[in-house]
T-cell receptor
Framework: NAGVTQTPKFQVLKTGQSMTLQCAQDMNHEYMSWYRQDPGMGLRLIHYSVGAGITDQGEVPNGYNVSRSTTEDFPLRLLSAAPSQTSVYFC?????????????FGEGSRLTVL | GQNIDQPTEMTATEGAIVQINCTYQTSGFNGLFWYQQHAGEAPTFLSYNVLDGLEEKGRFSSFLSRSKGYSYLLLKELQMKDSASYLCAGFSGGYQKVTFGTGTKLQVIP
């Protein structure tokens, strides 16, 4: 059972380049989300989705785009990378309507923007 | 956004008991989570409190007081492998958003 799979695990970009972080889950979870984690800042919500075709902004959405064409996939796009986007990115999913609302996290994608 | 406050770091001795506190703004939160995160790894779910009181799961217990905006995670019989960051988090926005505190880095020493 793969759970939540993120690719790539590591990436180095130059300022202004674009890239997509991939996230896929095989648990048929309706809810998917992207967080970034920076030292001293904790996990901050970038974007989230409650189902295919539905996305919404989190706390720090600027510079990032998402789409949700299928239940399984929730890619995060950086249109023009900036050094401030150097971070560890986590994708997380959960089943809607569960009592605990437990989030299942991917292993993380470590991005460096030079 | 909602504010969640936790101590930045704590140190405790192997075999002892440690309590990690978390305070939050009471308006808008619908329950509190605790996650564990080892260095370089993803967070993993420990517990969830939606009602006031204590929830016990083996060596780990979590407490919530909604009226006081206060929660704590209690770790008993500490082991070296418990050295990790512990993240307090809450639902907001009608169960659509999970907001995390900055985490408490716990070091367990022999």
């Amino acid at each position: 059972n793969a759970g939540v799979t993120q690719t790539p695990k590591f990436q180095v970009l130059k300022t202004g380049q674009s890239m997509t972080l991939q996230c896929a889950q095989d648990m048929n979870h309706e809810y998917m989300s992207w967080y970034r984690q920076d030292p001293g800042m904790g996990l901050r919500l970038i974007h989230y989705s409650v189902g295919a075709g539905i996305t919404d902004q989190g706390e720090v959405p600027n510079g990032y785009n998402v789409s949700r064409s299928t239940t399984e996939d929730f890619p995060l796009r950086l249109l023009s990378a900036a050094p401030s986007q150097t971070s560890v990115y986590f994708c997380a999913s959960r089943r809607q309507g569960t009592v605990t609302g437990e989030l299942f996290f991917g292993e993380g994608s470590r991005l460096t923007v030079l | 956004g909602q504010n969640i406050d936790q101590p930045t770091e704590m140190t405790a001795t192997e075999g002892a008991i440690v309590q990690i506190n978390c305070t939050y703004q009471t308006s808008g939160f619908n329950g509190l989570f605790w996650y564990q995160q080892h260095a370089g790894e993803a967070p993993t779910f420990l517990s969830y409190n939606v009602l006031d009181g204590l929830e016990e799961k083996g060596r780990f217990s979590s407490f919530l007081s909604r009226s006081k905006g206060y929660s704590y995670l209690l770790l008993k019989e500490l082991q070296m492998k418990d050295s990790a960051s512990y993240l307090c988090a809450g639902f907001s926005g009608g169960y659509q958003k999970v907001t995390f505190g900055t985490g408490t880095k716990l070091q367990v020493i022999p």
